[in-house]
């Protein structure tokens, strides 16, 4: 997903992932605020930058009309690493932030790097993170359980389907950051009718975050999660058989920082359409400003599937 792609999706929440957007009601006092968003990888070939101007909620209606995005794109913006490298990124009307190729710039995991933005109306944020230590490839292992296909009757038509239970055990060498997983599961359906022999893939995916020692996290650093993938037909079936095919891992390297943020904003997202919830705030680390600066490291891994 790109850049541009995670400020769309996540304008509906106000202060959010990518664009940091921070809506402030009449009756509280409106604070005039840089707005940043920055998630830094050395897997990226271009670093990016974000600035917003937030603005009161009830002047804008951005959800309706991406353009009304007030971006800064006049802003002087630097970033420095503990050797005192510093570099300044220019501003990108395509990608709608400032950038700097990761060619001019390298990131070391284990590094600090500290963010500066001026604006020309003497506005200025500074913030300040660690790039995690980059991580052993994961490995995986499998048990799976298949269901046989049912008939379910339905108003107009009977549903043919299929399910596999999986059992992932994903293993890796946790170092005292925080970890997102993804695991995305690769799959092909044959089955058969009448008149026809069809194989359709697939993919199933799931996300799990968590802290340093979650409860689910054992002593042996394995992350142990159940999923399910399913597939229906419309037509009569005479053969039917489900098989996984491959299972691409990533595991995240984070700070305190990035997952805090990312789990006030998924708190705040599971609040957004209750109107008695107490209102959730979303954490920051940005001096001077609103939003985050942070950066991760990934490590990946395909286990083919062998039943």
């Known amino acids: 997903m790109s850049f541009k792609t995670f400020t769309y999706l996540a304008i509906f929440f106000g202060l959010f992932f990518s664009s940091c957007i921070k809506e402030i009601n009449e009756d509280f006092d409106y ?29 804008k209606h951005i959800s309706e009309n991406y353009e009304d995005i007030p971006y800064i794109i006049d802003a002087i913006v630097t970033i420095k690493n503990d050797f005192g490298d510093e570099r300044q990124l220019i501003y990108d009307a395509n990608d709608e932030c400032y950038s700097i190729d990761s060619a001019s710039f390298h990131l070391i995991p284990g590094l600090n790097y500290y963010l500066n933005a001026t604006t020309p109306d003497g506005k200025k944020i ?8 980059k991580i052993q490839p994961p490995t995986l292992s499998i048990d799976s359980s298949s269901s046989p296909y049912t008939i379910t009757d339905s108003i107009y038509y009977p549903i043919y389907s299929m399910k596999k239970d999986l059992e992932l055990k994903v293993n890796f060498s946790a170092s005292g950051d925080y970890y997102f997983v993804y695991t995305t599961v690769f799959y092909s ?10 194989v359709v893939h697939g993919i199933s995916e799931s996300f799990m975050s968590y802290s340093e020692k979650p409860a689910y996290l054992n002593n042996n650093n394995t992350l142990e999660t159940k999923t399910t993938i399913k ?32 789990n006030s904003l998924e708190k705040q ?8 919830a107490e209102p959730a705030m979303l954490y920051s680390n940005i001096d001077g400003g609103l939003g985050i600066f942070t950066g991760f490291t990934v490590s990946a891994n395909t286990v083919k599937y062998k039943p």
């Open 31 to 59: 604070q005039n605020k840089i707005v940043v968003t920055s998630y830094l990888s050395s897997n990226d070939a271009v670093f990016r930058v974000e600035l917003i101007q937030n603005f009161r909620a009830n002047t």
């Open 231 to 262: 597939t229906e037909s419309y037509d009569p079936v005479t053969s039917f058989d489900l098989s996984v095919d491959s299972v691409l891992i990533k595991v995240i390297a984070t700070k305190e920082d990035y997952y805090k943020f990312v």
């Open 269 to 276: 997202s599971s609040l957004s359409n209750d109107p008695f």
């Open 189 to 198: 359906n044959h089955y058969t009718t009448s008149s026809t022999d069809t």
């Open 126 to 133: 500074t913030a300040k993170m660690t790039l995690p230590p």
